[in-house]
């Protein structure tokens, strides 16, 4: 069965440096994972995503994503953190069971971005 | 163009009580999701439907819960009997087709039930 793994459930970074939030998974096929991020009050966003080809993914607001199959791993960067990335972000892989993209997220890390 | 609705954005009931959560998708999407996403977790699966059946509805946690998609466009979950462990947020969610693993899913804002 698949699954996600976020380690760390609060990061906090000052303004301007880097934004590191880690994803690991398991899936017995090729997976296709996600990145969403929700603020307060919202529905969540999609931020990028991996399905095949460049295994490094470039997503909104700066956001990118490397899919590294050898670490079962979709850690989520962004080289500059800025206030607004204020916000819990969540990693997810589509199941592989059923020819649909039923998503299976992880528990979720929450952001701070301090002056 | 219009995202995914959902109403009501915050409902509180009492235990024992019948409540209605009602899901409006993106237009033309086939695919509609519902998620529950528990106080400090991540949302988790409830049903998926293709058109107006439900494909999969292998994370409802009970016999409690039931939605519907009667035309293919707006689906309602139903709660029955409410307890107070039913308290979450949940999320709908709306795709093109459905029949693509890799299709994005777009969120509406959630109804946060409160089960008192």
């Known amino acids: 069965a698949q699954s996600v793994t976020q380690l760390g459930s609060h990061v906090s970074v000052s303004e301007g440096a880097l934004v590191l939030l880690r994803c690991n998974y398991s899936s017995s096929v090729p997976p296709y994972l996600f990145w969403y991020v929700q603020y307060p009050n919202q529905g969540l966003q999609l931020l990028l995503k991996?399905?095949?080809?460049?295994?490094l993914v470039k997503g909104i607001n700066g956001f990118e994503a490397e899919f590294k199959k050898s670490e079962t791993s979709f850690h989520l960067t962004k080289p500059s953190a800025h206030m607004s990335d204020a916000a819990e972000y969540f990693c997810?892989?589509?199941?592989?069971?059923?020819?649909?993209?039923?998503?299976?997220f992880g528990a979720g890390t929450r952001l701070a971005v301090h002056p | 163009g219009a995202g995914v609705s959902q109403t009501p954005s915050n409902k509180v009931t009492e235990k024992g009580k019948y409540v209605e959560l009602r899901c409006d998708p993106i237009?033309?999407?086939?695919?509609l999701y519902w998620y529950r996403q528990s106080l400090g977790q991540g949302p988790e699966f409830l049903i998926y439907?293709?058109?107006?059946?439900?494909?999969?509805d292998s994370g409802l946690p009970n016999d409690r819960f039931f939605a519907v998609r009667p035309e293919g466009s707006v689906s309602t979950l139903k709660i029955q009997r409410t307890e107070r462990g039913d308290s979450a947020v949940y999320l709908c969610?709306?795709?093109?087709?459905?029949?693509?693993?890799?299709?994005?899913?777009?969120f509406g804002p959630g109804t946060r039930l409160l089960v008192l």
């Open positions: 439907f293709q058109g107006t059946g439900a494909a999969d």
């Open positions: 237009s033309g999407h086939t695919a």
């Open positions: 991996y399905t095949t080809g460049a295994t």
């Open positions: 997810a892989v589509s199941s592989a069971a059923g020819g649909y993209n039923k998503l299976i």
């Open positions: 969610a709306s795709s093109l087709d459905g029949g693509v693993k890799k299709e994005t899913q777009y």
